[in-house]
Every structure is written in C-alpha cells, then in structure tokens.
C-alpha cells in the first residue's frame, strides 16, 4: 500500500492547527486528505491499514523515552475508557428520559399540589390511605377535572377530562415535531435502519452529532409521553450511539479512523439496548444480530463493559424507586406444562402473521409518504394522528395508561389482593387454603369486561402503529410489538385457563390440572405473546429470547418462548424475507449489503461498467496528463474515483486515485508550489518523466494514489465478487483481462444488480 | 455547533453532581415498608405503609394498629408480604427540573430563530438584504457538504464574528438536512 494512506504526519489539518485554542473550534472543519463525503461509502481496507500504520508507529516510538512508552500505554487504554463515558452518559440519559415520561405521562390526567414534579406514583407514596380499595387515591394528586371545577365524578368531570387529556397529548406532540423540524431533522424515526447503514460503513453526516443527541433525547420525552403508540428503546439506540460518536472526537486514534470509530458506535449500540430494557447481555447480543455489520470479538468484550457500565449507571439513578432497571420486571416462579406448548405455538404463528402484516401496511404508508402530498405536511401529519390516538384511547382504560404500565399489568399475574378486572374471579368462601396461592378459579364478570376492552385495545394498537412508525418524531417500536403480542397472549392465557377449569375432565387437563392447584399463568402466555410479535416484526432470534428472559427473571421460561421465537420467525420469513429495518433500508436506497447468499451465474462481464452502449472508461495515464486535462475530467464526470493507467495504448492498470484526493491535491498545488500551471503535466511514477526545459514544472501525485487496488478479472463469477465486497468492505473493483484495464464495479452496481436479479426495482438504489 | 456540545456536555455534568449529592442526603420520606395482608377470617385486605428502614421491615413493626390478637397473630402475619422501598426525591426533583429548564431554553429559542429574528433582520437591514438571506438558495447540488457553501471572506477575527459564523454554518447544515428529510425524503423516509 502506498504510504500515502499511512500519512498522518503531514496532513493539512495537523499543519494548520497547530495547538489549537479555544477560538479554534468555531472554525470551519478543514476537510484533508484521507476523509470521506457525506453519503458516500468509507473504505475499509484503507482504514484498517491507516490504524495498523499508527499503532505501528506507536509501539515503535514507545521504546524511545518514558513519556513516549506512557502515550502508547494511553493509547491502548482509550478504548476502555471511551467505554466507560459511553455507559456513563447512556445510562445518565436513559435514566432523565424514563423520569421525565414518567411525570409527563402523568401530566396529560393530573397533577400533583404538593410537588409539581412527583408524578401520580410518586405523589402518593407518602400516603396514609390503609385500606385496599382507597390505595390509589390520595388527597395530593388531583385529576385536571377536580383541580379546575372540584368536581370528581359525573359527565361534566370525564368530558373535561377527556379534552384535557387530548390537548394534552397535542400540545406534546406538536412541540417534539416543531423541535425536530427547526433543530435537527435528522433526530426523527426510529434510528436504528440508518445506524444500521452507518455501521456498514456509509457516512451520514450529523446523523451521530450533537444537536440530533439533544433533540432526540428532550423530544422523545414529549413523543412517548403524548400517548401515542410508539416505543423509545430504537431511539435510545440511536442516543447511545450519539454519545459513541461524541466521545470518539476526544481521541484522535477514533475521530480520524473511520473503521475504528465504527466498533465504538457497535458497542454503544450495545449499552443503548441494555439501558432500554434493563438487559446488558441482550443489549450485546443484539448489537451482534441486528445493528453490527463487522463484529471482531474484541468489540464483544468492550460492548459488554459498555452495556454494563450503563446498567449500572440506570441503577444508580434508580427511576423506578424499587432497584429494578425496567417497568415489567416479574417474579413469578410458576412451572408450565409440555401440553402448553401447543397454545404457545399458536401465539407464535400470531406473531409472524402479525409482523408481516405490519411490515407490509408500514412500508405501503412510509412509501405513500414519500411519494405523494402527505409528506409535504409532516407538522399536520403528527398533529392529526395524535390527535386520532388520544380520542380513541381515552376511552378504553387500557389504552389510555402509557404502554408500559399495560404491559406490566398484563405480565403481571394475579395476586393477593389485585384489584383489577382482569383479576376479577370468583373466590369460593369455602377454601382453606391462602389466597396467594392461587388456584384456578372461574372468571367473574370483570374478567369478561376486560377482555372485550382488552380485544379492543387490540385491534387499535394493530391499526394505529402502521400509521405511527415512520412519523417525523422519534418512534421505536419495541414497546407497541411488545403490547400487541402481551394483549393477544393474555387473552389466549385466560380463554386457555376458563378451558382447564370448565372442562377439568377432558383427558388433556386431567394430569395436568388438579383442582385447587396451580394450573394455567396467564401473565406467562402474555411474555409469551409479546416475544412472538417482536419477533415476527424485527426477525431476531437469539437477542429476543436473551431480553426477554433478561426482563423478567425466568430462566424456567427459556423453551416457551425459544418455541415462539422461532415459530414466529419461520411463520413471518414464509411471507418475506426481510424484517421491519431491512424492509426501510430497501425503501430508503441506502447502499446495505445484505449477508444473503447471491445465487445466481452471472459473471463480472454483465455488471461492470462501461456497457457496451456506454462512452469509454474514463482514466488518467501514469505521465502524461495534464493538471487542465484533470480538471475537466473532474468536471465533467461524477465519478468517486479514476483507474491509473500506463497509457492509452497498452491501458495496463497501475492504480486507482479518489476524485476527493485528486480535487485537494491540485487546489493546494495550484496555491502551494511554484511553477504549476494548467499545462503542467501530472505523474504518478516515483521518477518525473524526461520532458524538455522549457515545459512548466510537473505535478508528483503519488502519494494520492493506490497501488494496490482491487481486480478481478472479467470472467469471476458475481457471487465471488459479491463475496469479496462484503467481506472486506470495497467500494469499488476494477476488471482487467490479461492484465488490461477493462471495467469498473462499483457498491451501487453490484446493488443494483442484485436488486435487477430478485425483480426489485434497480433504480432504488439511490446511493454509492 | 461545537459549543452547544461544551455547554452541554457541562449541563449533563452538573446532573451527574447533582444527582450523586442529592443521593447521599437520604430523606426520611424516602424510604418506605409495605404490607399488604390479604383478607383474613372477617378483616378485610389491608395495606399498610411506614417509613421504617431495612433492618425492622417486618409486619410485626410494620401492621399498627393490629387488627389481630393473641395466637392469631402469627397466622396473620404469615400471609402478610412485606416489601422495602427507596426512592430518591431529591433526584426526580432536580431531573424534572433540569429537562423542563432545557426544554424552556430550547423553545425560546426556536421563537428566536422563527419569529423574531426575522423580523430584527428586517428592520435592521432592509428587504433587499432579507431576500439574500432567504432560504431559497435555488439548485444546489443534492449532499453538498454545507462548509463549502458558506463564504469566506472574514474581515475581523473577533468573537462575536466567528460565533457569528459558527451559527451560520450550523444553520446551513440544519437546512441540507431539513432539505433531505422534509422536502427530498431521501433520507429517513
């Protein structure tokens, strides 16, 4: 490789900054030699070798002095302690957020008198009210009807409770679009598609910056807490990998280094999951199924540490008063039966049939946005389906709590003295034994109310999230899937146990119930639920179940929900291949490179360019081109990068030269070096060539140049060079045969033939 | 802009102080023991709340007054579960009160930008320079990267020039990406 990739010594912004004051900052960032464009592709190869060139120079300067050994042991440490600030700030946001929405949930019903900031939980656990039916209530926190008219109860107090509640929830949502809209665009959806891309190495620029770290974290209080149906761990996410990105500008080993700075941004990934459900191994995990693109086993060991660092740091922080790191943390040890396995099947194909249906209706709606007027009005947009949601979940008592309290309830079994309907069963007077030990008993008449506004709240959160995921504020959707699958999985749960108790002598509840013993838990077939639904939506295996059995503590409950987990993801890759990120990164264009298998014969012949209807390659000869002749070509084309030749004639290939590399290097020539004018002719040899005196001075460009390119020769089969642009992170290739130049393939080629092959549109492809 | 990342940076360090301090200083409030008794011959469910610490949650010190007496009273407090609690409300305070001082400061200035910022350019410099500025800067090329956009003519280094400066950058880059989310849908659709 030529060492033009390993300078650092003499880069223009080393040379121009020199200690670099205060004042410094608020310049413009001088682009050198070495970086990318925004939305372009980074260069893998370049950037390990750049790293290997550093380190290299480290350890060889550490045997100098004492102070040289003490940087390189600094160096070596800098990724552990960018860890440590990772999870420091990760869990420190993650625990203000859950605080936050937890108040500003409240807000949309209430308010506290004696301490605006306490929310309804908060505001009443000092209070005195000992028996069970008063234990909500507490004179401190008082509904918005109470405060205003003093009245509690009656058709005038709902009615006013009710338009609160949806200005409430307007107000909210307006102020997170407006937020969004003049600070950071950037800080809308979810995060995690283009996290994703990034991490595959595209460059978005300011994706990961500072203002779209604090845009996202104050409007994602305000999304989740105007009771619309979306979640925040894909948010939080996208949070934790800002504050990779933030803390990687303070070592230079990162900031210059885009491939090192990638497996930064995998482990933060890692410490946003781990924050988001209280599950630092999941969190890894899932930064290795779903978001990673290359995941050496050092990034697993520093991920870890990351995502441990911010649990600790939520802990610390304590947002739930009780220790526990998420909402739905449950306890309950109770077995289940082999018999069981079939109800749980069964919530397993609902939860791919779900996902299929979502990702669909989702990506027709995210589509219809961007083609037609709806996405000229994202501000009245927002307000509209806010605006639908608080109407229609304020009536239902279960949807009108935030997600998470529903899916808590729902997780939760019954126990002594729950009062609500859906713990509403018949207690025989007769019975001897504690109430905590609950045996089967008929459902009384709350349990049937609350399963008709349970199948309602169903059929609205089905419907409702199609339309919200994908809207211009941040939207995860972890929490709805999980709400969806716990609704439809404690419905089953409870028609599973009214079966058993009912028909106690059919021959299949016989051994397994006995009366008065433990039989049916349908909290258990709602975590159930909930796994197969988020597995059908984001198709992910292994990470699921480890979050899942992470959030509520039951090692026991490991096969039911592998059972689910797996039939949901056969069930849903029956109907479509890609989950609900790959499906918006398919929509979006972005340049991902999918870890299928490319199975068809074509060869590199039919995907490179030029055709054969197409003007010729355009290339520069090794001496005798001219800084003019350059230019224009520059100016002519488009091309990210030119082939190097010996000459026209023989077109054998020495090297590949960047068009950013090139444009930089004949703007500081023409500034810099005396004597270089259009007519200069410009070599790329180690020697200048043999011209007369009297021509003006030739331009050296070698050091911009790479020796060492990629070919393949033209009859490789394409799932060989598919192959080799996915394992080692190419940009481009170039053709030769018998070593002549014949062609270029470039990412977006290759995308676009693969998309051509499964009968996609190839015209989507939209970036290099 | 860089230095909304510094002060930034110095607001998240001020609740991590914050929170640490106000942690240690452990209001009496602050902790709880919860017994919930379910129904018991003909005494209802009750739940009983103190503000007791670790050591003497139990129901013994917990249950007062005691409905039960005598050898009845061990078989009450069986059923009775007694959990121990914490909170830190000195935490949720200062959090509450920090998020809603940024979400102030940040709404203030979105007023600012929108609405008045407009309308001082205006008065100031006159209509003509107002078109200059305006957000229309016709065909520009689609991910140009904003720093070649700005102009570079600095004629006094000062502070209040580069700060200037600073922000003009920050709101050209704001605007490209305005351009490709909202207008273009190019990204993040």
Redesign the interface.
Known sequence: MAEAEGVSSATPTEEMNGAGNL?D?????I?DVGTY???HTIDWLREKSRDTDRHRKITHRSKESIWEFVKSLLDAWSGWVVMLLIG??SG?LA??ID??VD?MTDLKEGVCLS?F??SHE?CC????????AD?DKCPQWQKWAELMTGYNEGAGAYLLNYFLYVMWALFFSF?AV??V??????A??SGIP?IKTILSGFI???YLG??T???KT?TL?LAVSSGLSLGKEGPLVHVACCCGN?FCSLFSKYSKNEGKRREVLSAAAAAGVSVAFGAPIGGVLFSLEEVSYYFPLKTLWRSFFAALVAAFTLR???PF???RLVLFYVEYHTPWYMAELVPFILLGVFGGLWGTLFIRGNIAW??R???TQL?KY?VLEVIAVTGITAILAFPNPYTRRSTSELISELFNDCG??ESSQLCDYINNPNMSR???DIPDRPAGPGVYMALWQLALALIFKIVITIFTF?M?IPSGLFIPSMAVGAIAGRIVGIAVEQMAYHHHDWIIFKNWCRPGADCVTPGLYAMVGAAACLGGVTRMTVSLVVIMFELTGGLEYIVPLMAAAVTSKWVADAFGKEGIYEA?IR??GYPYLDQDEFTHRTLATDVMRPRRNEPPLSVLTQDSTTVEDVEMLIKETDYNGFPVVMSRESERLIGFVQRRDLILAIKTARQKQDGVVSNSVVYFTEDAPQIPASNPQPLKLRRILNLSPFTVTDHTPMETVVDIFRKLGLRQCLVTRSGRLLGIITKKDVLRHMAQMMNQDPESI?FN | ?????GV?LLA?GC??VL?AQL?ESKNS?DI?CKC?C??YKEI??????Q?VSLKDCNCLHVVEPMPVEGKDVEAYCL?C?CKY?????G???G?????LS??GL??LY?VY??LLEPILKRRLFGHSQLIQNDDDVGDQQP?A?A?DV?SRSRSRPN?LN??E??QQ??RR??QE??K???DR?????
């Open positions: 004042m900052f608020l310049d413009e960032p682009p464009e925004d939305f420091l700030l420190t625990g203000v605080l936050a108040w301490a900031w306490y908060q656990w000092t209070s005195n009210e000992t028996t069970f234990r102020l407006s937020l809209r003049v600070f950071a665009p950037y809308c959806g283009e978005i620029r300011g500072k203002w770290l604090l845009i104050v209080v933030l610390s922080i304590n008063g009780n220790n995210c589509r946005r961007k083609t996405g994202p002594a003295l504690p109430e905590d994908g211009k918006h929509l979006n939209m | 802009m860089q230095a909304a990342g930034r998240l609740v991590l929170s942690a409030e709880r919930i379910p129904p209802e469910g009750q739940i009983y709340n503000n059923r579960e609690e914490e909170r830190s409300s935490t949720i305070k959090t509450i009160i920090i998020y940024v979400l940040l709404l979105m930008l929108t991910f990267n720093h700005l502070v580069k700060v400066h600073a950058r920050w880059q704001v990406q305005r490709s989310v909202f849908h190019v990204v993040l659709s």
